[in-house]
């Protein structure tokens, strides 16, 4: 936005020297004063415009704080790629920069006088769209840090992430994945390993596909997105084990690595993202089980949409229906406790949340048919369950006409 600022204002230009004049005569509302009310008009919009700006970075700034200490770190993510705060952040420094430059231009001297009148008309309106975005800006903000707002752009964006990731269930006859080689007993083949430390955010298949065709192997892909890699650490076995440098140089290209988890091809981390909202929500120090009953609600609706899926695929063939890639997937197990463990565990003391983690749990289980899914949600549920009979009836001992929520 910056840069289109940049443009526009020499455009702008250019079009006023063009014209000079002309257009306005036949417009009664372009700019028509001299160069000292140019001066001032530019000067006002560019000063009172940063002053806004740097306002606005500081209530953003104190929007990452409070999500960060409420909700957990790891959420700043999601405040940090909201189109709408760039946009506004852009449309203020956008126009900053546009007046400035037009500033530049204006002349006012004895021997040389220069207005651009369609600049300075523009800037004009540029000031008032940055008026109608800092109104938006300040309900977007206020919106935006409420629990509810922010559960549900986390649940969004795992719905994408189990969309793009994985695909629509077909009815097999057999395991299809069981026919795959084993990946915990790779004694032969040549084991490439990690260069860098950090967690795998992506893994290029179709590339790592393309080279085991070309070197006529098979890739055993050891690690998979999510995962913590530490320089020197086995990443991938190569089988016959033929692989030269260029041919790693291009197989490291496929492997991305970053500071911190993405949901781009990590299904758990979205699950873990509610999760950890609703953790915090029961700590001691918030004891908020409202806002971890909404986590749970959300998490089952990504969960319900996650079991009438597939899991991402554990192989990838050539056109001739070879493996080329053998991948390590994620686990129905895994995604359960990613899912509803943590917060059962957090609502130890709360016999409501676990009840209703149990409702929830039990909604899921009423919408899949499929048994690899079904067994650990239905463990998960008998664990929830026992746990808030165990605490009602300790209530019981302790005060025994107390009325309990079971």
């Not at 405040?79 to 709408?84: C, I, L, N, S």
């Not at 008309?121 to 940055?130: E, F, I, N």
């Not at 299904?267 to 509610?274: A, K, N, R, S």
Request: glycine share 8%; charged share 20%.
């Amino acid at each position: 936005m910056a840069l289109g600022a940049i443009a526009l204002a020499f455009g702008s230009i250019k079009l006023d020297e063009f014209v000079r004049g002309a257009v306005e005569a036949k417009l009664g509302w372009i700019y028509a004063g001299g160069p000292a009310g140019a001066r001032a008009v530019l000067s006002t919009i560019a000063g009172s415009i940063i002053t806004v700006a740097g306002t606005t970075f500081s209530i953003t700034i104190a929007a990452f704080s409070l999500a960060s200490s409420q909700f957990g770190p790891r959420l700043l993510r999601t405040f940090r790629r909201d189109t709408g705060n760039q946009i506004v952040l852009g449309t203020f420094i956008a126009t900053f920069l546009y007046c400035l430059l037009v500033l530049r231009t204006v002349r006012g001297t004895d021997s040389d006088t220069y207005v651009p009148h369609l600049s300075v008309t523009l800037g004009v309106v540029l000031a008032c769209l940055s008026l109608a975005v800092l109104i938006f800006f300040i309900h977007h903000t206020a919106a935006s840090i409420q629990v509810s707002s922010l559960i549900d752009s986390v649940g969004k964006e795992l719905d994408a992430t189990l969309l793009r990731n994985c695909p629509e269930r077909v009815q097999r006859t057999h395991d299809e994945r069981s026919e795959l080689p084993a990946l915990d007993n790779l004694s032969e083949g040549q084991t490439v390993r990690a260069r860098q430390q950090g967690y795998l955010l992506q893994i290029d298949y179709h590339g790592l596909t393309k080279i085991a065709i070309r070197k006529n192997g098979v890739f055993h892909i050891l690690i998979q997105p999510g995962d913590y890699l530490v320089a020197g650490m086995p990443i991938i076995v190569f089988e016959p084990g033929l692989l030269e440098e260029a041919d790693c140089d291009d197989l490291y290209s496929g492997i991305y690595v970053g500071s911190d988890r993405s949901p781009e091809q990590d299904i758990e981390f979205g699950f873990l993202q509610l999760a950890e909202i609703g953790v915090r929500a029961l700590s001691p120090g918030i004891n908020d089980p409202f806002t971890a009953v909404n986590c749970l609600d959300r998490t089952s609706a990504a969960f319900c949409l996650f079991a009438k899926r597939e899991i991402p695929s554990a192989d990838y063939r050539d056109e001739d229906g070879n493996i080329r890639v053998v991948a390590r997937t994620i686990t129905y197990d895994r995604i359960v406790e990613a899912a509803f463990h943590h917060i059962q565990n957090a609502s130890a003391r709360n016999a409501w949340v676990l009840r209703h983690l149990a409702e929830r749990i039990g909604f899921v289980l009423s919408q899949v048919e499929h048994v690899e899914v079904r067994r650990p949600l239905a463990k998960e549920r008998s664990l929830a369950l026992a746990e808030a009979v165990r605490l009602v009836e300790a209530r019981h001992r302790q005060s025994p006409n107390a009325t309990g929520i079971l």
